[in-house]
């Protein structure tokens, strides 16, 4: 970086003779002597020639004749089809430097400079021209010594660098309540020379592709918060950051990230931030119905409500008198009408309310209502000294007295009638039991009473005829209740049924073995209490119906209000896994899983996680498959399947693996790897360099006789063929290998694979005969090394541990000194998917860990 003099040599090698070259030119004429081109490109992002910059000329020239040759640099830029002119110092005529000296001379000359910047990029080079006019009337021989030390172009230029943002803070995911702020802080830095112009941008991938955060969305910029910021130009020994405050808008999940831009180059942090907005906001319920103070004339009630979150509900309860009664069986529908159905009370007076959750846990209780259950018709019977029927008197009164009851009364009427027509009618509201109709005139009368309560029930006294009031059985299910799973076939059924006279029989309905049918009948069973039928075997996996059907001794009947559902599902059996593939493999492909049919299962569930621990739901499938089409952008990602009936789930014990590797060159191109998951495509080291893009070689340390063994794009003998250092050997899950890429191909390249993940290996580390003991090995997927002490801890022989830096292309060590019982070096951090060096001073057998 800064402001460097290139020199542009003829050839990249220097054979210590200085070259020179003659050439005879014609009167007035100009030819060109000679034309340099740098080679292979020029900085390591490009080459930045600031406008203005001065460009200095110099060469070593000489004549056979002083003060008639004029000499005329010009510098270009060639981008392999065209060159453009930066610079010059004179007009390839009398306008250029004047050779004065017969003999080996130097010159120099100020060029113009670039009215704008100048940009080559690493592939493009710098063209030297060097011309001489002759002005003389005959021709004349110059020469000119092209490589000595004082031949050269001094450009005044930046060499560009890469953008390399950074998430700085929070290290952890936050967790911010709806409508807080919160900060996120980014930063960058510039490696392998200077970026100008610099934004960092923090981006969400909420619309399902990234996207600056804005001012709409689940998160948004708060305030006058400004997305992206400008932090100018970033040299290599700079970091720049940038704080962005944050409006937890919406209860939501998203994942966040951090972007640079410059004026030369643009990169994404391969960091995301995972933003959880928690909804502190609690439910609202309104009550529908039975309405406050209600009357109701039946037992069963059923209670409807309307719930309403900002987000999602997760439960509402029904509280009845004051005490929890159930909770929802179903899902709950947010902002619409829900309900509990087919509730049985005793008669008496009544009040209900509703508590209902939301998923983030706020909770709120409706207000209470009162209703009242009127079961029983009202009594009423004529009492003395009110007249028997059929008899005459000699009066103009008739006197009537009445003895009549209902909790819940709302009035009583006496009516008296003539052979034609109704005489009188008297209601009352206070409860009055008598009345007495004088003044009545000779005739024939009837009369009767009334009573009526607020449900609506009525009863009446005779008139001149009996009334009979029939009531049909009320059948209650009591088990199993509604919606109930079980584990197993044997299923038993219990019920109760109430009625004003005796019951004759109870059968139980179901459609299991054949469809709906009548399974058994139980004769003349108790009332009002709970009775049972023998214990059924519905032979069968499924979802099934029941309900019960009860006839009193004359001959009513009726069922439950509602048939009840239950399955019945026998233990699932575990899902054993067979292969994992994957539609690319940089990393960017969908991720599809199989794995065997379970019995007693209806489908699958997918669980997920970047770790073998705290899985979490990511989908399900009723086939023995399926494909994850949200794996791109991750490092890793495992897989568990579970077998789900209603009763039971059943965990796979094997787990899916999918990584995505990160191979690099810079100038060297090594990169150790090591597989935790079976990639079972990838059998031999020739099979691992075609599947790796722009591999060029594939090796592996052989501890016993301290070697490395190569199969690359040349070579890769199989067996017998195979020497100590060139074969195609077998992948094997306790080694690590050393993949090199094409110098070539792009500095980063993802490459990715998929399989089940390997259990936990048994590791021979060997020390040979040579007294040398370097063994590579790989890290369990579920490995509690962290870090490079962890390896030398975890390997009681091991005494010196190295990492392969693929970006940097260097090693980095760490080792113990028994003489001074330190450690000495870089406790690097491990990663499975990278391949680590291990000395041991004996050897021993190691158990991942």
Not at 126 to 131: C, D, M
Not at 203 to 221: C, F, M, P, R, V
Not at 647 to 666: C, I, M, P, Q, W
Not at 731 to 739: D, L, N
Request: aromatic share 12%; net charge negative.
């Amino acid at each position: 970086p800064g402001n460097d003099v290139a020199n542009i040599y003829l050839n990249r090698t220097e054979d210590g003779t200085e070259n020179s070259i003659s050439n005879q030119i014609l009167a007035y004429s100009t030819e060109i002597m000679t034309t340099s081109t740098s080679q292979g490109g020029v900085g390591n992002n490009g080459l930045l020639i600031p406008t203005g910059s001065p460009i200095l000329f110099s060469g070593s020239f000489g004549a056979t004749r002083t003060n008639v040759g004029y000499i005329t640099w010009e510098l270009y830029k060639d981008d392999g089809s065209t060159q453009t002119l930066i610079s010059s110092a004179g007009d390839q005529s009398t306008g250029g430097t004047l050779i004065t000296n017969t003999a080996q001379t130097t010159y120099t000359a100020t060029g113009s400079s670039p009215t704008s910047d100048i940009y080559l990029n690493s592939s493009q080079n710098l063209i030297l021209k060097v011309y001489i006019y002759n002005n003389r009337n005959k021709a004349e021989t110059y020469s000119q010594w092209f490589d000595d030390s004082q031949s050269y172009v001094k450009i005044n230029a930046f060499d560009l660098g890469f953008v390399n943002p950074k998430l700085q803070s929070p290290l952890s995911d936050p967790q911010p309540n709806e409508t807080t702020t919160f900060n996120v802080t980014c930063n960058v830095s510039c490696s392998s020379g200077a970026c100008f112009g610099v934004n960092l941008h923090l981006q969400t991938n909420e619309s399902g592709s990234w996207a600056d955060i804005g001012s709409s969305g689940n998160i948004i910029l708060n305030g006058t918060q400004e997305n992206p910021v400008s932090v100018g130009t970033v040299n290599s020994t700079d970091v720049k950051s940038a704080n962005f405050t944050l409006y937890a808008n919406m209860p939501s999940t998203n994942y966040l990230r951090c972007r640079a831009t410059s004026n030369y180059d643009n990169a994404n942090d391969t960091t995301t931030l995972f933003v959880t907005v928690k909804d502190i906001t609690p439910p609202t319920i309104t009550l529908n119905s039975p309405t406050n103070n209600s009357y109701n004339s039946s037992s069963q009630i059923n209670f409807t409500y309307t719930p309403s979150d900002n987000v999602n509900l997760s439960s509402c309860s029904l509280y009845i008198d004051g005490s929890f009664n159930q909770t929802n069986q179903t899902p709950i529908t947010n902002g619409a009408q829900n309900s509990f159905t087919g509730i049985n009370f005793a008669e008496g007076t009544h009040n209900w309310s509703i508590t209902c959750n939301d998923t983030s846990s706020n909770s709120n209780s409706s207000e209470t209502w009162q209703f009242h259950v009127d079961l029983t018709n009202p009594t009423i019977s004529f009492t003395s000294p009110t007249e028997t029927n059929n008899t005459r008197f000699e009066r103009n009164w008739i006197f009537v007295n009445v003895s009549a009851y209902d909790l819940f009364e709302s009035n009583i009427t006496f009516s008296l009638y003539n052979s034609t027509s109704l005489v009188n009618q008297t209601t009352s509201t206070t409860g009055q039991r008598e009345i007495n109709w004088t003044g009545l005139p000779v005739g024939n009368y009837s009369y009767n009473v009334t009573i009526k309560d607020f449900s609506g029930r009525q009863n009446s006294t005779e008139t001149r005829t009996l009334e009979l009031f029939m009531d049909a059985p009320k059948v209650n299910l009591i088990y199993p209740q509604d919606n109930t799973n079980f584990s197993s076939y044997l299923i038993s059924f219990n019920y109760s049924v109430n009625d004003t006279s005796s019951i004759a029989n109870c059968s139980l309905y179901g459609n299991w073995s054949g469809g709906w049918h009548k399974n058994q009948t139980a004769q003349s069973p108790a009332k009002e209490t709970e009775n049972n039928f023998s214990a059924v075997n519905v032979s069968a996996d499924g979802f099934y119906i029941w309900n019960v059907v009860c006839f009193d001794v004359w001959g009513n009947s009726a069922f439950n209000s509602s048939n009840f559902t239950f399955s019945a599902y026998l233990p699932s059996t575990e899902p054993v896994l067979l292969n994992a593939s994957q539609s690319k493999n940089d990393g960017t492909g969908n991720i599809t899983l199989t794995w065997n049919q379970s019995a007693h299962t209806i489908k699958y569930k997918i669980y997920y996680s970047s770790n073998l621990t705290n899985f979490a739901l990511l989908g399900e499938s009723t086939s023995p498959n399926f494909t994850d089409t949200t794996f791109s952008g991750q490092k890793r990602r495992f897989y568990r399947v579970s077998a789900w009936n209603p009763a039971t789930e059943n965990f796979s014990k094997d787990y899916f693996g999918a990584h995505v590797y990160t191979l690099r060159h810079n100038v060297k191109t090594k990169n150790w790897i090591s597989f935790p998951t079976n990639f079972s495509y990838l059998k031999t080291a020739n099979d691992s360099l075609n599947e790796i893009t722009n591999a060029t070689a594939f090796t592996l340390w052989n501890a016993t006789t301290q070697k490395r063994v190569t199969c690359n794009s040349f070579s890769c003998p199989s067996f017998p063929s195979c020497t100590d250092s060139n074969c195609n050997f077998e992948i094997e899950s306790t080694r690590a290998y050393e993949v090199n890429i094409n110098s070539s191909a792009p500095s980063q390249i993802n490459w990715s694979g998929v399989g089940i993940v390997y259990p936990s290996q048994t590791i021979t580390l060997e020390k040979n005969s040579t007294s040398f003991g370097k063994n590579w090995i790989p890290i369990w997927a579920n490995s509690s090394i962290s870090n490079a002490a962890g390896i030398l801890s975890s390997i009681p022989e091991a005494d010196a541990t190295s990492r392969w830096d693929s970006s940097a292309q260097t090693s980095k060590g760490y080792l113990y000194i028994p003489a001074w019982n330190i450690y000495v070096g870089t406790n690097f951090n491990v990663e499975m998917e990278e391949g680590y060096e291990v000395s041991v001073n004996q050897t021993t057998t190691w158990q991942q860990n």
